[in-house]
T-cell receptor
């Protein structure tokens, strides 16, 4: 079974500093995708960034980057120059590719608090 | 209007009552999903549907049923609600072309069973 592990239930970061949110995954499938979502206190799920298992370069989207280490099966999210609006829950998720299988499996999340 | 609309946004119901959560989408996606979120547990898949005639159980389907009335509509029912079904419920959609973007989520339905 596929599994996503986020070991940090909560994190604090000073405003304008960078922060890394950890995510490790477990799958034997060679083709998969890794995602990060943000959930602010209002509750909606906001897609942040995607990394495919065959992508050679780490994904970046503005202040978000994904530190993909395939051999270690890790897909950490790096947020640069943290802002107060980054305070939220962050979920790592994995999608396994395969016939009929495009389900996302989520980690338990990390609550990030940005301190002024 | 939102791409994925969930109704109601909030609901309080009594133990033993039947309740239906509705989801409609304007994305044109063929795949729809129901997840529930509990504090400290992340999101867990309840049911998913790849088209109108294809319904599949997810990780935690016991106590739930679904209906895919049309490509754009996917409803989740709790036949006899119990307190441990109190949670935040999300509907989501996806398609093959958008698989690099994960899912499009609705705003969620916060259900409380008393």
């Amino acid at each position: 079974a596929q599994k996503i592990t986020q070991t940090q239930p909560g994190m604090f970061v000073q405003e304008k500093e960078a922060v890394t949110l950890d995510c490790t995954y477990d799958t034997s499938d060679p083709s998969y995708g890794l995602f990060w979502y943000k959930q602010p206190s209002s509750g909606e799920m906001i897609f942040l960034i995607y990394q495919g298992s065959y992508d050679q370069q780490n994904a970046t989207e503005g202040r978000y980057s994904l530190n993909f280490q395939k051999a270690r099966k890790s897909a950490n999210l790096v947020i640069s120059a943290s802002q107060l609006g980054d305070s939220a829950m962050y979920f790592c998720a994995m999608r396994i590719s395969g016939a009929g299988s495009y389900q996302l499996t989520f980690g338990k999340g990390t609550k990030l608090s940005v301190i002024p | 209007d939102a791409d994925v609309t969930q109704t109601p946004r909030n609901r309080i119901t009594k133990t033993g009552k039947r309740i239906m959560l509705e989801c409609s989408q304007t994305k044109g996606h063929d795949r729809m999903y129901w997840y529930r979120q509990d504090p400290g547990l992340g999101l867990r898949l309840i049911y998913y549907s790849f088209d109108v005639k294809d319904i599949n159980k997810g990780e935690i389907s016991d106590g739930y049923s679904v209906s895919r009335q049309a490509q754009a509509k996917f409803s989740l029912s709790l036949e006899s609600a119990i307190p441990n079904q109190t949670a935040l419920y999300f509907c989501a959609t996806s398609d093959r072309a958008g698989e690099n973007y994960g899912y499009t989520f609705g705003s969620g339905t916060r259900l409380t069973v008393v």
